[in-house]
């Protein structure tokens, strides 16, 4: 039956809008979708309620779940009805005035998203192992016997799956034929693909120096190349003595889009051990080393992501085990209200930084950095916890003394507003007003040379803390509105109690 038959005999047309108001009803709906346009089941139960049940069962739950969806919206404050209905709880009680009629119905198809959950559960598997298997098969394969061990390697990995298949209890023979027979479908594609690997030869690149400047050679293995619309100068013929080994010369900015755009796998790749350890680079400048000069030029840009690059000679994978060109660290992150600077930085790298720029912001935080890695060696971070939070408590301190002083103030300082006591004494506000799209969050700092540079190099040591006091006021809130104007009395508060200033901003989330 067509889905244009299941709406006029069922007048479903109106629930469904109310569900999906911007879903096209089609003529050509079957049963399955309409069941799904109503909205009252997820895509899955929907398979297993089709697999489980017959065509007349479902035209009348569909009915019924129509008539359902039109009584509840119906019982709905009408403040955004539209909305609400689709809560998740909403949904769930829909669904249980339907479970009387329909239990038995209902528990076969929870039974069958079971076993439709497990066969996805195992074909993500057998995905992801197919992924797996196949990052390991490169062209770097030389020889019959390695390919023979490959092979081997590889069945033996997949024969382990077949088993943990067959001894599936809540499987049946046909659910478990059908497993296994992608099994070895994706087994015979990764056996062609040694033989397809082991015939080509590895892609060869190498990071050289070329000045101050890096630039790669490339050797794809084949005549002619493809580019990026728009990056065709970045690439050149090699017209030097190596050209035969090195056909091609591209930027290093370019490099990693260059090896995409020609379909080259990350595995396939062997870099020149003659290639350049690291190099550094920032937006599209890159240099060998820190020179006065990048660094000046870099400082001239107002300090954007500074980058070192390592050259992958080892082959070496990162945590998704792919063997990269280049590993990149981003030694400096720097915006206009923070510093971060990579806890790998070195002593020459942080040398070579801050010549001629000691005063800077940057430099005092890479300094924090090496102080931070030091006291950490020491096991002495305890005293600087230590001393951070006896500062904050006592910060803290006068807020909770004053906590009822500030709520009063801030009362004032927004008319709409009720306050009131709870059972336990304390004032209870609530803020009747609108402030527009000003959802964000208070950063609170003292401004306190000594607390800043503990602060800092704590945060250096462990990610658990920030360059942010750890500080609570009386009225939670995200409105930056309403933070704000409670910082500010706050502020004053803690200046006239205890002579520390305090610095706070918002940032809109």
């Not at 943990?164 to 070895?184: P, W, Y």
């Not at 013929?237 to 290093?252: A, M, T």
């Not at 942010?468 to 995200?478: A, G, I, R």
């Amino acid at each position: 039956m067509t889905g244009q038959n299941i709406l006029r005999a069922f007048h479903v047309k109106d629930a469904i809008r109310i569900m999906y108001p911007f879903n096209p009803l089609h003529s050509d709906f079957n049963a399955k979708e309409v069941l799904k346009q109503v909205g009252l089941f997820d895509y899955r139960t929907v398979d297993a309620l089709v697999e489980t049940g017959t065509e007349e069962g479902l035209l009348q739950l569909i009915d019924d779940s129509a008539k359902v969806v039109l009584s509840y919206y119906a019982t709905l404050k009408s403040e955004k009805k539209e909305s609400r209905i689709k809560w998740g709880e909403n949904i769930q009680k829909m669904v249980a005035e339907l479970e009387p009629d329909y239990k038995e119905w209902f528990e076969k198809a929870k039974e069958a998203v079971t076993i439709l959950q497990k066969m996805e559960q195992y074909k993500n598997r057998l995905k992801n192992d197919f992924a797996k298997a196949k990052s390991t098969i490169s062209s770097l394969l030389s020889t019959e016997e390695e390919a023979s061990s490959k092979k081997e390697e590889v069945t033996s990995f997949f024969e382990q799956f077949r088993k943990n298949v067959q001894e599936v209890e809540l499987l049946n023979q046909t659910q478990k034929s059908e497993l296994i027979a992608l099994m070895e479908e994706k087994l015979e594609e990764l056996l062609s693909f040694v033989d397809v690997k082991l015939a080509e030869s590895p892609i060869y690149v190498w990071y050289y120096r070329s000045g101050n400047r890096v630039t790669a050679k490339v050797n794809l293995q084949k005549n002619g190349y493809t580019y990026t619309k728009g990056r065709g100068k970045e690439v050149r013929y090699n017209k030097q003595e190596d050209r035969n080994k090195y056909p091609l010369i591209v930027s290093v900015n370019y490099l990693e889009d260059f090896l995409y755009s020609n379909k080259v796998r990350d595995e396939d790749i062997l870099i020149d051990t003659n290639s350049v350890d690291e190099f550094y680079q920032f937006e599209n400048v890159i240099s060998t080393k820190l020179s006065p000069s990048f660094v000046r030029e870099w400082y001239n840009y107002d300090c954007p992501y500074l980058y070192r690059h390592t050259p992958n000679k080892q082959r070496s994978t990162n945590m998704l085990g792919q063997p990269l060109c280049h590993f990149s660290n981003r030694l400096v992150e720097s915006s206009w209200n923070d510093v971060y600077i990579d806890e790998d930085i070195t002593e020459k790298e942080v040398s070579d930084l801050s010549m001629g720029f000691e005063h800077t912001r940057i430099t005092k935080e890479m300094n924090n950095v090496l102080r931070a890695r030091t006291i950490k060696e020491a096991g002495k971070q305890e005293e600087l916890v230590t001393f951070v939070k006896e500062y904050d408590e006592k910060i803290q301190s006068v807020v909770n003394k004053h906590a009822s002083t500030i709520l009063q103030k801030l009362a004032k300082r927004f008319p709409r507003t009720k306050l009131g006591t709870g059972t336990d004494g304390q004032y209870i506000i609530e803020i009747d007003d609108d402030f527009g799209l000003d959802c964000g969050f208070l950063y609170v700092q003292p401004v306190d040379d000594v607390y800043m540079e503990k602060r800092n190099v704590l945060r250096n040591i462990s990610h658990s803390h920030t360059s942010w006091m750890d500080l609570k006021l009386p009225f939670v809130t995200q409105s930056t509105t309403v933070l704000k104007a409670q910082f500010d009395i706050v502020r004053d508060l803690v200046l006239e109690e205890t002579g520390i200033k305090l610095y706070g901003y918002t940032q809109l989330d």
